[in-house]
């Protein structure tokens, strides 16, 4: 195990979420309610897609989460950044700030070094599907060698 510089801001919690099924609408369903829950928490969110089509699908989610409402929400790359709560995109934005930053199944390990000392936690979200549970396992060994604080959640209720 590496040692951590005690000067160094601490290491964000990082929650593991094994959510029943096997399928990426199941994963976005639960990233969405993981959503709701943060930013009506008032938090700063940043959910972080593997590729052009889940962030497409989360964000016709995320206008549609609730019959009554949705969920504020702009790509990265939006002029409306700034002022939103809940960002979504490929990469992290350089120097930007987020209380939480979720991953349902983007490639987090080349990003952490952008995560701000201000991110106070990190919510990878896998499911059954083989491809997504190995990707887990390797995130997972990465924060443990690493020193993160591991929490992981065994999520019951299906989300698909």
Known sequence: MADRDTTA?????VDFY??????????HRFTCRLTEKAWKLGHRIFILCDKPASCQQLDQLL???RDTGFLPHAPASSSLAAD????LGEQLP???EFDLIINPGGDIHAQIP???????????????????KQAGRLRYSYYDKNN?????HE??????
């Open 114 to 132: 952008q995560i701000s000392p201000a991110t106070r936690r990190i919510a990878e979200i896998i499911n059954q599907h083989p491809n997504c």
């Open 84 to 87: 939103t709560p809940v960002l």
């Open 148 to 152: 993160y604080p591991l929490e992981y």
């Open 94 to 96: 350089a120097h930007a």
């Open 155 to 160: 999520i019951s209720i299906a989300v698909a």
């Open 18 to 27: 094994h959510v029943p099924g096997d399928n990426m609408l199941g994963l």
């Open 9 to 13: 801001p601490p290491l964000p919690r």
């Open 63 to 65: 206008w549609s989460w």
